[in-house]
């Protein structure tokens, strides 16, 4: 069972930092992470808690990234689950799915674990080089916790840069940040989520005025 030391060890990989990324690879960050599937999230037919989980990455800068420089573990394991593949566009967003992982482990003798996120948290990193290696470094990490890895429950880079829950397939009523917002996850989308929450009170007498 995973315990808290991943959260220690996460600190000491963000103070040791991430030591000056190249501008391309660096402008690469976590878009949106879905670690507990109840659908056929990858279109192939069939169910999966393996192969349907899923990770976003997103591209920041004014250059296009080529991502086979970038990899994708958790905290925990010395190796990563995934080795991503392509070029990405300034703006654009790639989805990479947990049976995109198993085939990588495959061809590079890896046990098969696909993205492996636990259910109760886990952390994300993503990685400029083998983690393995020596000089790779780490280019961006998400902490999620519990109430966000439950059935299709996705975690969500906003805009601005915060985190958000949409959970509009099984909805959050709890207090634990992040907060429900009512949006649904947006696999191969840039996040546009916005809480499903009224900005200013209203009463009713004042909403039917607003369409006289």
């Not at 315990?3 to 103070?15: D, E, K, N, P, Y």
């Not at 037919?45 to 591209?59: M, Y």
């Not at 296009?64 to 420089?69: F, G, K, M």
């Not at 400029?128 to 880079?157: C, M, N, W």
Request: glycine letters at 10%.
């Amino acid at each position: 069972m995973k315990t808290c030391g991943w959260m220690f060890r996460v600190a000491l990989l963000l103070a040791a930092g991430a030591a000056a990324p190249t501008p391309a690879v660096g402008a690469l960050v976590l878009s949106e992470i879905l670690a507990d599937p109840a659908r056929d999230w990858n279109g192939d037919g069939v169910l999966s808690s393996r192969d349907d989980e899923w990770v976003e990455v997103l591209n920041t800068g004014p250059e296009t990234v080529d991502l086979s420089e970038c990899y994708v573990r958790d905290a925990l394991d010395p190796e990563a689950h995934l080795r991503l593949t392509g070029l990405l566009a300034p703006g654009e967003v790639k989805v990479f799915y947990g049976d995109d992982a198993v085939v990588w482990q495959q061809s590079v003798g890896y046990t098969v674990t696909g993205l492996s996120w636990n259910n109760t948290g886990d952390t994300c990193e993503l990685w400029r080089g083998d983690p393995t290696q020596a000089g790779a470094q780490l280019v961006d990490v998400y902490i999620f916790k519990d109430h966000e890895a439950e059935d299709d429950r996705s975690s969500a880079r906003l805009v601005d840069g915060s985190w958000a829950l949409c959970d509009y397939l099984y909805p959050y009523a709890g207090s634990q940040e992040p907060l429900g917002t009512g949006c649904a996850p947006s696999p191969g989308r840039v996040n546009d989520c916005e809480p499903n929450v009224p900005a200013d009170a209203a009463s009713w007498g004042g909403v039917k005025d607003i369409y006289r």
